[in-house]
């Protein structure tokens, strides 16, 4: 199962959005334009679906309603998401869609303006209804989260709640007992990342750090292996060895590891598990730009084998310029006054033609999302 389609309304820097969307998703554009908030829009509802979630929880970890409706929203109150979800080979097709809105008096609170679901051509699910109307606390929760009300469609609660997402920071990786701030159920930056290694059932977890070797062997000069391990006290570790010409000098934990190494094995191992929905941002940092160039191939190669659909934020023109990257695959996205305008590349006319001609979404789309006064940057200037 894969989004099909995307739709949002004033939602973070968009006041509309409407993306057809494939296997394969790379959102391009400049800083600050709305990449990772796009992503946010899948993240939010997989935070609905999930255990432990809900959606005054999903509402509550961004701040508020208030800060995840667009500014440019003005006299428009509203904030809505309409996802298509749809199965391979003429398989079914599901679809959600919900509005939210906010009290006008008291506490404030989040509330649904309306929840809708189709199966198909049928509809399942319509809210508000009757009992909505004569309990308005109700809408305060979705049927998605509930699993006494969504019965007929948990097929796609437990599509979102699947969803994966993972920004691995390396020094969070190497000290995972720094202080933090309130703790995120997704563990998305990677700081429990050896306990999830640690946690997965043995065969599997050989199985994938052999595969996971093998790939670094190829990019990591002299490693020759990689194991998992765990301390007198019972931490796990991961421990690779590097050829030295002293016996035993070149075994290394991950406290040693570089950051481009503790990110590609984040990366392999996310890649590697299930066939969820992935969402990736800039999985190019601290990687070299040989390794980055070969990232869409290898996305392709394993979407081929598990039909998962994967979602990459990038500014890399390396990665960008695998020519086998289609125009339809790429979200653009262009800030403006009144918000950002996301749209595939594939429905620019030009940008079609300069692909056909032979050029890569690097040479095309990249170029158009570079800030116009950029060759002016200095810190000579005064405001």
Request: net charge positive; with cysteine.
């Amino acid at each position: 199962m894969i989004i099909s389609r995307l739709v949002l309304r004033n939602w973070r820097n968009f006041r509309s959005v409407d993306v057809h969307l494939g296997e394969r998703v790379f959102v391009v554009g400049p800083n600050a334009s709305g990449k990772s908030n796009l992503l946010d829009s899948i993240r939010f509802l997989r935070d609905i679906a999930r255990a432990g979630g809900g959606l005054q929880s999903a509402i509550a970890r961004r701040g508020s309603l208030s800060k995840i409706r667009c500014l440019a929203a003005r006299k428009e109150p509203d904030v809505g998401l309409d996802v298509t979800i749809s199965e391979g080979d003429g398989g079914q097709t599901w679809r959600y869609k919900i509005g939210l809105t906010q009290q006008v008096r008291g506490y404030r609170q989040p509330l649904l303006k309306y929840e809708k679901v189709w199966c198909g051509e049928r509809q399942i699910l319509d809210r508000p209804d009757e009992r909505d109307r004569d309990d308005k606390e109700r809408l305060t929760q979705t049927h998605l989260e509930q699993i006494n009300a969504n019965l007929d469609f948990r097929e796609i609660a437990r599509f979102f709640e699947s969803i994966r997402y993972l920004h691995l920071v390396p020094q969070l990786l190497r000290h995972p007992e720094a202080p933090q701030g309130p703790a995120l159920q997704e563990d998305p930056f990677g700081r429990n990342f050896l306990e999830v290694v640690a946690k997965t059932p043995e065969k599997t977890r050989k199985a994938r750090l052999k595969k996971i070797e093998a790939a670094l062997r190829q990019a990591v000069p002299q490693l020759t292996k990689l194991t998992d391990t765990k301390d007198e006290a019972g931490v796990p570790h991961l421990e690779a060895v590097y050829e030295h010409w002293r016996p035993n000098a070149g075994l290394q934990r991950e406290d040693q590891f570089s950051d481009g190494t503790l990110r590609l094995i984040g990366l392999f191992w996310s890649l590697l598990e299930g066939d969820a929905p992935l969402l990736l941002e800039e999985p190019e940092l601290s990687l070299h730009a040989a390794i980055v160039s070969k990232l869409p191939s290898l996305f392709h190669r394993l979407q081929r084998r598990r039909s998962r659909q994967l979602f990459v934020s990038t500014h890399s023109g390396d990665l960008l310029s695998d020519k086998g990257i289609g125009g339809e695959e790429v979200i653009l996205i262009r800030p403006g006054p009144e918000g950002s305008q996301a749209e595939l590349a594939s429905s620019t006319r030009e940008i079609v033609d300069l692909l056909k001609g032979g050029l890569s979404v690097a040479d095309v789309v990249l170029p158009r999302t570079a800030p116009a006064n950029v060759n002016q940057l200095s810190l000579d200037r005064t405001a």
